[in-house]
């Protein structure tokens, strides 16, 4: 047995008796002290030359004192040291938003880097399969810069050779746990390098009231509520289709009469038209005199009304095909908004075939057509399967509310939208945390953005409707 072994391996084999397992003693290098103190000594260098580098206003901020305090005395090294906590206290107090954007949200994000992700990133990166651990060596994604504002941390990351970005969104839930979030998103900022979005508090966690009409008539982009970082939701209707999928009261409701209020003063101009489609004879029939001639309740009625729009829809296409491209709204011209509270009623649920197939073929063709001469669609539905809306794909902008399965959330916004944080089967299904609250992917963007629409009470319809009510299709 010994002559098949390589080498001199056989003088290192210990066998005691014969039933003992063969054992093979490693061979053991002796290393210096002086060399061991040497390469602890130059990790410490390179490790404060490299937190100088990184942090060099909170390494002065430290040292200062200190070094004031062994010239100088205590006395002196206060007396010094004392006024810029008090100007930044004062600064904090009479200017707080300021303060915040160029001072508190900075220090905030060192913190955060320091005793938050840097501290636990090896852990979650190895425990998560994000990183890997070969041969007593660590090989993880590279933690980069860190911000904060109101209500997140963004961090970027770059990924190790090889990864995806699917790699990352399939271990939201690890990280978001791993580092002491509610939830994470991923969305990529350059090739090889992400951005990790991680929400510290939910500034939608409270109900919005109803906006301000709008002073000036637009078409839009329209102000409807609020996103997740505090800035207007404008929702784009001009010039795309929207699709709003959600469950029963996830606020459905709330997007519509939302847009319907930002456009009021449109609509009194003569620049809007907004036809409405009520199957359910509960939602927009509540402010039916907002529409004038332009509501439908009745499948018989809603088939004629879409088959109206694409009669005018064809007819501007033959007036402009060859002069312009884009529709301008015009009040010769007026920019149509056709408004389908529960399409699924008129279409999958409609038990008459020949009212069904008209519904949807007027639907196909004003949503493959409608857009470039002034005719829009937005629809809502409850249940976006494919075989109860077939056209869906045809819709650019896309809106999930509170869904019932997390399936359903790629059915509406798209493939691979909950990987990257649209977690809208998890909306609370209490109306006050989770009415009209959700995702929206824009054609322009795959990655969705949390949102929540304001609340239209009846009390702001009943107004809306005393103010703004035509006749005849003429304002008052």
């Not at 030359?49 to 006395?75: D, E, F, N, T």
């Not at 409609?350 to 949807?360: G, I, N």
């Not at 969705?448 to 005393?466: G, N």
């Amino acid at each position: 047995m010994f002559r098949r072994l390589p080498g001199d391996e056989a003088r290192n084999l210990v066998s005691t008796t014969p039933d003992t397992a063969i054992v093979f003693r490693p061979a053991v290098v002796t290393t210096p002290a002086i060399v061991t103190i040497v390469i602890l000594a130059c990790r410490l260098l390179v490790g404060l030359v490299r937190l100088i580098w990184r942090h060099p206003i909170a390494v002065l901020a430290a040292s200062v004192p200190v070094a004031l305090y062994y010239l100088y005395g205590w006395q002196t090294a206060l007396l010094l040291v004392a006024p810029v906590p008090t100007g930044l206290l004062a600064w904090a107090v009479a200017d707080r938003a300021s303060f915040a954007r160029w001072v508190g949200w900075r220090l905030l994000a060192w913190w955060r880097l320091i005793f938050i992700y840097r501290r636990h990133w090896q852990p979650v990166m190895i425990v998560s399969g994000l990183g890997k651990h070969l041969r007593g060596r660590d090989y993880l994604p590279r933690l980069g810069k860190v911000t904060c504002n109101a209500w997140a941390d963004t961090v970027t990351v770059r990924m190790l050779d090889g990864q995806a970005v699917k790699d990352w969104a399939d271990r939201i839930d690890a990280l978001a746990h791993g580092f002491g979030a509610s939830s994470c998103r991923v969305s990529i900022l350059k090739a090889g390098r992400l951005v990790l979005t991680f929400p510290r508090r939910d500034p939608l966690a409270t109900p919005i009231p109803a906006l301000p009409i709008p002073a000036v008539p637009t078409a839009g982009p329209v102000e409807i509520g609020r996103q997740e970082d505090g800035s207007p939701w404008l929702l784009k209707i001009l010039g795309t289709h929207v699709l709003v999928a959600g469950a029963t009261g996830a606020g459905k409701g709330s997007i519509i009469w939302s847009t319907i209020r930002a456009l009021l003063p449109a609509l009194r101009a003569g620049l809007v038209e907004i036809w409405a489609l009520d199957p359910k004879l509960m939602e927009l029939s509540f402010g039916r005199a907002l529409f004038g001639p332009h509501y439908a309740a009745t499948p018989e009625e809603c088939a004629d009304l879409l088959e109206q729009a694409v009669k005018i829809m064809q007819a501007r296409a033959a007036r402009f095909g060859g002069v312009q491209r884009s529709h301008t709204p015009t009040v010769d011209d007026p920019f149509i908004l056709v408004l389908v509270d529960e399409v699924a009623f008129l279409t999958a649920y409609q038990a008459d075939k020949d009212l069904r197939r008209r519904v949807s073929a007027a639907l196909a063709t004003l949503t493959t057509q409608g857009r470039a001469v002034g005719v829009g669609v937005l629809a809502a539905l409850q249940d976006p399967r494919k075989e109860v809306m077939t056209i869906r794909n045809l819709f650019p902008d896309k809106i999930a509310l509170r869904l019932d399965e997390s399936e359903q959330v790629d059915m509406v916004l798209g493939d691979g939208a909950r990987d990257r944080g649209a977690l809208a089967d998890r909306i609370s299904a209490n109306p006050g945390l989770g009415a009209g609250v959700g995702y929206v992917r824009l054609e322009t963007s795959p990655d969705p953005v949390r949102v929540r629409a304001a609340y239209v009470s009846d009390t702001d319809i009943r107004a809306m409707v005393a103010s703004f009510a035509t006749k005849g299709g003429e304002a008052r």
